[in-house]
Nanobody, 125 residues
């Protein structure tokens, strides 16, 4: 069974940094695209970043480009999201998700099949 567990959320001040982790089980990262998404209260879920575990290629939403970095440690079956220069508008529940046998990088929620429960990130001003 595919399982994803997001962790690392918390309360940080604007301009600070936080690193989220997505621990995966039930599959190998070599076979999956892993994405990070976020959802703030009253807003739609939006894509943040994604990575191909097979070749390491990455993609970022314009809103986080230059501030966030996605990476993977396949030996640990873990994907990370390093978030720097955090802004209050980054406040949201962050989810990691996976798509088996993905051939392209996508940041649309419907392109993913398996989801973790999410971790809350709160950025204070």
């Amino acid at each position: 069974e595919v399982q994803l567990q997001a962790s690392g959320g918390g309360l940080v001040q604007a301009g600070g940094s936080l690193r989220l982790s997505c621990a995966a089980s039930g599959f190998t990262f070599d076979d999956y695209r892993i994405g990070w998404f976020r959802q703030a209260p009253g807003k739609e879920r939006e894509g943040v970043s994604c990575i191909s575990s097979s070749d390491g290629s990455t993609y970022y939403a314009d809103s986080v480009k230059g501030r966030f970095t996605i990476s993977s440690d396949n030996a640990k079956n873990t994907v990370y999201l390093q978030m720097n220069s955090l802004k209050p508008e980054d406040t949201a529940v962050y989810y990691c998700a996976a798509k088996l046998w993905a051939t392209t990088l996508q940041l649309e929620p419907y392109e993913y099949d398996d989801w973790g429960q999410g971790t809350l990130v709160t950025v204070s001003s």
